[in-house]
């Protein structure tokens, strides 16, 4: 099978639903440090702006705001810990040691999607890799342990710079293209849940204007439910406003997506 295109994913909402773990450990973080348990569409609207792709940053601006608001007698913690604070709630244990002997959020995550459809896009000549923010051992253990995928490519955090830099996402296009990105190559797209993702792709088209880029967008999914439709619906419409070429309504409407149509 001739390959004819590459899609980077990212994985926090778009491979593994983090409502009840990176999200949940955003909101307590955010409550011990400040007394205000910030709502999803307090973080929904942070991430809205567009530069909060790290949740340990974005706890910390969402304390500072907090205690600038409220007025608050409190001092701003410092950076580091917010990370600890952050990571005792999400792996509730050593992230760098056997995940069997984590406690934290991150049992509660639902995959949302399966090895099959991996296999599939594989087979119609789409070549794959993933592109996120979360640490190496969190993403490891979902696309490895739970998803059962060997050795997936992958940029995490700490390989490249926080996205909206594009550097991540160009450097794992490239390794996996043989180094060759341009014009006469095939399309490379990247699917986010956030205007952080799709201002990652717009970004990369200014450093590799030759290239075709091109952005996926979908909604969280705590916004799929039935009755946050309105809420999807205005989340959808300013993923659009910033620039993706495609909503889904599915991970799974990219088994017979034609890249070339966009």
């Known amino acids: 099978m001739k390959n004819i295109g590459l899609i980077l994913f990212d994985i926090d909402g778009v ?26 569409l307090d973080i929904d609207n942070a991430k809205n702006e567009g530069i909060w792709n790290n949740d340990w940053d974005l706890s910390l601006e969402l304390i500072k ?5 409220e007025n608050l007698n409190l001092k701003i ?63 490891k253990f979902v696309l490895e342990k739970r998803l059962g995928l060997k050795s997936p490519p992958l940029i995490s955090m700490g390989d490249a710079p926080d ?41 990369a088209r200014k450093e590799i204007p030759s290239q075709k880029f091109i952005s996926i967008g979908i909604a969280p999914p705590h916004l799929h439910l039935k009755s946050r439709l309105k809420e999807r619906n205005l989340y959808e419409k300013k993923l659009q406003n910033a620039g993706a070429d495609l909503i889904l309504n599915s991970i799974y409407d990219l088994q017979n997506v034609n890249l070339d149509l966009f």
Not at 65 to 69: E, H, P, Q, V
Not at 119 to 136: T, Y
Not at 165 to 171: H, L, R
């Open 15 to 40: 491979i593994r639903s983090v409502e009840n773990s990176y999200r949940l450990s955003l909101k307590k973080t955010v409550y011990k440090f400040s007394g205000w348990e910030p709502s999803y």
């Open 77 to 139: 913690p410092p950076r580091e810990k917010i990370v600890k604070c952050f990571e005792d709630f999400y792996f509730g244990g050593d992230p760098n040691k056997d995940s069997k002997n984590w406690s934290g959020f991150i049992k509660n995550e639902e995959l949302l999607v399966d090895k099959k459809f991996f296999d599939l896009i594989q087979s119609n000549g789409i070549i794959w890799g993933f592109v996120s923010g979360a640490e190496s051992a969190s993403a």
């Open 163 to 203: 996205k909206p830099n594009p550097q991540g996402f160009i450097n794992l296009s490239k390794t996996l293209l043989g180094d060759k990105v341009s014009e006469s190559n095939i399309p490379i797209a990247y699917v986010g849940d956030t205007i952080a993702d799709i201002n990652t792709v717009i970004n």
């Open 65 to 69: 705001r907090c205690i600038k608001k």
